[in-house]
């Protein structure tokens, strides 16, 4: 097996694993019959960034990334159907997952009919899907700034932090020896800001032994 099959397998393993992580707060909304402290946007956002990089894939006919935005596409809408079932919002569940779906067809719009096929195709679809990655990775920073000034860790999760750093830092080598910095780039702020929640569970160490219990989210 050569490093980049290696590689291949690294974020099939790490990015599953990451995406089962939801997973946790299934298991929390069958437990309780309640979607109550769980987070539905992470779902909704992360299904249409699977769906984004599952075509760039199939565009680019690299069967890693199909494979693992095949998978977890197919978590994310299990995910949103056990969220809607529980939920009692699901007048606004069924708003927002329509705004999604209208925002998918426009994009599927431009991208299939709009642009000529080719590279200026996969170029702006890399482009796009890159600008989205890398906007879910920054956006919990403000919660880290609450968690520097209040030194509160409950509302993230060190297994999950482990999951992005090895997902972010797999897909990132894996970016580099295909040349693909539609790949490479747009995981590097999940390996940095993964650093950066490493950094506060050492330096919190003292609230989370006296709060040990920290619900796990998806971030």
């Keep these: 097996m050569d490093f980049l099959q290696l590689l291949s397998w690294a974020c099939i393993i790490f990015t599953v694993g990451m995406f089962s992580t939801g997973l946790t707060d299934l298991k929390k ?25 599952l075509y760039y894939g199939i565009l680019k006919k690299d069967g890693t990334v199909v494979l693992v935005n095949v998978i977890g596409a197919v978590l994310q ?3 949103i159907v056990f969220y809607f079932h ?46 989205f990655t890398v906007s879910m990775y920054l956006s919990p920073l403000t919660d880290l700034v609450a968690i520097v000034r209040s030194g509160n860790l409950e509302c993230l999760s060190f297994p999950l932090t482990v999951a992005t750093f090895f997902t ?48 796990l989210i998806q971030i």
């Design 29 to 53: 909304m069958q437990a309780s019959k309640s979607a109550e402290n769980v987070q539905f946007l992470p779902f909704l956002t992360t299904c249409l960034n699977n769906l984004g990089w």
């Design 77 to 79: 809408i299990v995910y």
């Design 86 to 131: 529980y939920t009692k919002e699901k007048r606004r569940v069924m708003s927002q997952t329509l705004a999604a779906g209208a925002v998918l067809a426009c994009a599927w719009f431009y991208f299939t009919t709009l642009l000529p096929h080719g590279e200026t195709q996969l170029a702006q679809l890399g482009l796009t899907c890159s600008v």
């Design 168 to 215: 972010s830092s797999s897909w990132t080598l894996y970016g580099l020896q295909m040349n693909d910095y539609y790949i490479m780039v747009p995981n590097t702020p999940g390996i940095l800001t993964s650093l950066i929640r490493f950094y506060l569970f050492w330096r919190f160490a003292s609230v989370r032994q006296t709060s040990p219990s920290y619900r």
